[in-house]
């Protein structure tokens, strides 16, 4: 069966320090992955998703970026974090038509 | 240009009634629907699909229904738990597409005892 894990599952950060957060997927090849932030009042909002290795498509222009170094290995970072960025962060693969989850990281910036 | 809305950002139901979650789209190539339920710090886990070409979908207390021509579909509990309560999203996308499923913002459902 397919496993998703990301890690940490919790992150405080100063305003202005790097981000990375890492997602990984087991059990399935080539997956297509995305990231996700769901912030207070805003419901999921998609940020990156990527159909193959170093294939990356942004969603939303803002401070964070995302890289697939290898086949089930996802990304997302920040150079620089702002307040803003505070959120859940999801990341998910889809199997055909249905989308699974990871158990996200709440990030709090500070 | 929000393609999936869900207008209520919660509803309350009491115990063993009937709980209706609405959904419209405006993108007419949607042809997939799903519903995810979302506790608290977790992620979203999958609830029940339905494909364009059913109107209706049933998988044990819920059931989709999609209502193509007006672009809308809804989702009954029944009859609702106290363990119902969480937050719903609504996505659509293009069957067979491999790129992204787009979600509404949610509603959270608070079933009273």
């Known amino acids: 069966s397919q496993t998703i894990h990301q890690w940490p599952a919790t992150l405080v950060q100063p305003v202005g320090s790097p981000l990375s957060l890492e997602c990984t997927v087991e059990?399935?090849?080539?997956?297509?992955l995305y990231w996700y932030r769901q912030a207070a009042g805003r419901g999921l909002q998609l940020l990156f998703y990527?159909?193959?290795?170093?294939?990356i498509s942004s969603e939303v222009p803002q401070n964070l970026s995302a890289s697939r170094p290898q086949d089930r290995q996802f990304i997302l970072s920040s150079k620089k974090l702002l307040l803003s960025d505070s959120g859940f962060y999801l990341c998910?693969?889809?199997?055909?038509?249905?989308?699974?989850f990871g158990p996200g990281t709440r990030l709090t910036v500070l | 240009d929000q393609q999936v809305k869900q207008n209520s950002p919660s509803l309350s139901v009491q115990e063993g009634r009937i709980s209706i979650l609405n959904c419209d789209y405006t993108?007419?190539?949607?042809?997939?629907f799903l519903w995810y339920k979302k506790y608290p710090a977790e992620g979203p886990t999958f609830l029940i699909s339905?494909?364009?070409?059913?109107d209706k979908n049933e998988d044990g207390r819920f059931t989709v229904f999609l209502n193509k021509s007006a672009k809308h579909l809804s989702l009954h509990i029944v009859p609702s738990q106290p363990g119902d309560s969480a937050v719903y999203f609504c996505?659509?996308?293009?069957?067979?597409?491999?790129?992204?499923?787009?979600f509404g913002k949610g509603t959270r459902l608070h079933i009273l005892p």
């Open positions: 998910a693969w889809r199997a055909y038509n249905e989308q699974f």
């Open positions: 059990g399935t090849s080539n997956p297509n």
């Open positions: 990527s159909v193959g290795i170093g294939q």
């Open positions: 993108n007419s190539m949607f042809d997939y």
């Open positions: 339905i494909s364009s070409i059913k």
């Open positions: 996505a659509a996308s293009e069957e067979n597409r491999d790129d992204k499923i787009i």
